[in-house]
Antibody
Framework: EVQLVESGGGLVQPGRSLRLSCAASGFTFDDYAMHWLRQIPGKGLEWLSGITWNSYTIGYADSVKGRFTISRDNAKNSVFLQMDSLRVEDTALYYC??????????????WGQGTLVTVSS | EIVMTQSPATLSVSPGESATLSCRASQSIRSNLAWYQQKPGQAPKIVIYSTSTRATGIPHRFSGRGSGTEFTLTISSLQSEDFAVYYCQQYNEWPALTFGGGTKVEIK
């Protein structure tokens, strides 16, 4: 069974950092690009960042460019999101999702269940 | 960035009736459009990709159409499990992938 499990969320003060992890299982991890997305509770979906299988292509949404860094460790079947200079408006449920291809960014299937990040003083 | 606009925001439909959801792109995205279904407390699930291809396990009552800038998702004979929020997503312009704001399909 394909599974994505996010971790690392929690309560953090504005300006501080947090590192999210996504552990993948049930498929050959380095056959797929991976992504991070978020959803403010009760609101819509926002793509944040993606990384191809070999980390050669990385992309970010303008809202997080320069503050968030995506990375992956194929040996550990994991993808990470380093979030620096966090803002109150970064409060959301953060999802990890698998692309349908190794290279290039497409649609997402499946998604993890998400990890909640709350930025508040 | 390509802006995706969904309408209506909410669609009230009786079980057994059909629902048509719209998604418009601010510029042509060819057929590079996906639809997701999200139920309360759950992660989104892929329903349609490449505008009209049903994902694995998605019933035939879900159908997608369109190209360029105008797209629709039609759910015929709505079942209780179909009431949810639906999002469209473009993947023509990457890495800047973008979603529409969502359409909530609720029971009338």
């Amino acid at each position: 069974e394909v599974q994505l499990v996010e971790s690392g969320g929690g309560l953090v003060q504005p300006g501080r950092s947090l590192r999210l992890s996504c552990a993948a299982s049930g498929f050959t991890f380095d056959d797929y690009a991976m992504h991070w997305l978020r959803q403010i509770p009760g609101k819509g979906l926002e793509w944040l960042s993606g990384i191809t299988w070999n980390s050669y292509t990385i992309g970010y949404a303008d809202s997080v460019k320069g503050r968030f860094t995506i990375s992956r460790d194929n040996a550990k079947n994991s993808v990470f999101l380093q979030m620096d200079s966090l803002r109150v408006e970064d409060t959301a449920l953060y999802y990890c999702a698998r692309d349908i291809q190794a290279a290039g960014f497409n649609w997402f299937d499946p998604w993890g269940q998400g990890t909640l990040v709350t930025v508040s003083s | 960035e390509i802006v995706m606009t969904q309408s209506p925001a909410t669609l009230s439909v009786s079980p057994g009736e059909s629902a048509t959801l719209s998604c418009r792109a601010s510029q042509s995205i060819r057929s590079n459009l996906a639809w997701y279904q999200q139920k309360p407390g759950q992660a989104p699930k892929i329903v349609i990709y490449s505008t009209s291809t049903r994902a694995t396990g998605i019933p035939h009552r879900f159908s997608g159409r369109g190209s360029g800038t105008e797209f629709t998702l039609t759910i015929s004979s709505l079942q209780s499990e179909d009431f949810a929020v639906y999002y469209c997503q473009q993947y023509n312009e990457w890495p800047a992938l973008t979603f529409g704001g969502g359409t909530k399909v609720e029971i009338k």
